[in-house]
């Protein structure tokens, strides 16, 4: 059971908005993922290997949320809302309490920009409210020439084997079904695209399944796709190098040495991969007519 807690401030101000995700503001209604996707960068926290374990529920969110909108519209301070930087806005317990949906009709009351990452497709539930901040969210003046409505939805995806995703990322919605949502998501009109991060080394990073990827993603005619490579962290039981590199010993043995010497002594990928992975990405995105860049071609 996830503990219930009481917290001071939820809405968090960024310094910079980041030019892929274009967050002003991110809000966390919860605190830890039951998605337990191995290779998530907050694994090696106070959160433990089993991130279900550590779930938290911010009972008090919806109140303090309400009262921080009031004040950042009071001075016309709107701007973009990424649900969530550090856990899905739609985990398997917003089925009970529905914090994210209240959250959303908070944001919609004081006409804010969304942008939705998830991994879930809990989000078809919210279309309504989705549709209410489309149309009414006052943009930040310098996006609206970029953006024609206030709702942004990325569908967060390593891989489509659904197979590969209950090793890496057991408890997250199957990709399949994922993608069911990502084509009811596009069908609604929503601005909506993919976030390729991580693509597995390897893995998901190979020939064939990277057309398969840009090919399924360009078949359902999607905004825009955000690639990029993994990062790893840490040496400590929990942390997300060590999880992957176990679940790498366990299930693709002929790999693990290729993992071992690429995170020996950094936590991402040499910078050869790098360029190499860059080069590529573009001259898929090229390839298959993709934006690699939320908003309108530029």
């Known amino acids: 059971m996830p503990r ?12 910079k908005r980041d030019s892929w995700f274009l967050d002003d503001y991110t809000l966390n209604l919860y605190s830890s993922c039951s998605f337990n996707c191995l290779y998530c960068y907050i694994r090696g926290s106070k959160y433990g290997t089993n991130l279900e374990e550590s779930l938290s529920v911010k009972t008090n969110a919806i109140e303090i949320l309400d009262r921080q909108l009031y004040n950042r519209a009071k001075k016309n301070q709107h701007g973009i809302i990424v649900l969530s930087s550090a856990t899905d806005p739609y985990l398997q317990i917003e089925g009970k309490y529905q914090l994210t949906r209240a959250a959303l009709e ?39 020439n970029r953006l024609d409505g206030g709702t942004i939805v990325s569908f967060s995806f390593s891989t489509l084997d659904d197979d590969v995703a209950k090793i890496f990322e057991k408890g997250a919605t199957a990709p399949s079904k994922r993608l069911i949502a990502l084509n009811k998501t596009l069908d609604e009109g929503f601005l909506t695209g993919v976030s390729l991060m991580p693509l597995l080394p390897f893995i998901s990073d190979t020939t064939e399944h990277l057309n398969l990827l840009f090919s399924t993603f360009k078949k359902s ?12 962290f840490g040496n400590g039981k929990a942390d997300s190098k060590t999880l992957m590199l176990n679940a790498i010993k366990k299930h693709y043995p002929e790999l693990e040495n290729r993992y071992l010497n690429y995170f020996k002594n950094d936590s991402g990928m040499p910078n050869f991969y790098k360029k190499a992975f860059s080069k590529k990405m573009h001259e898929l995105c090229k390839m298959y007519n993709l934006n690699d860049s939320i908003g309108k071609s530029r």
């Open 4 to 15: 219930e807690i009481e917290v001071k401030s939820v809405l968090n101000k960024t310094k």
């Open 106 to 144: 908070v944001i919609a009351k004081h006409r804010f920009p969304v942008h939705i990452i998830t991994k879930s497709d809990l989000i078809e539930r919210d279309f309504d409210l989705l549709h209410q901040i489309d149309q009414t969210a006052i943009l930040p003046t310098d996006l609206t």
């Open 221 to 232: 005619n999607v905004n825009y796709v955000l690639p990029a490579t993994i990062t790893l």
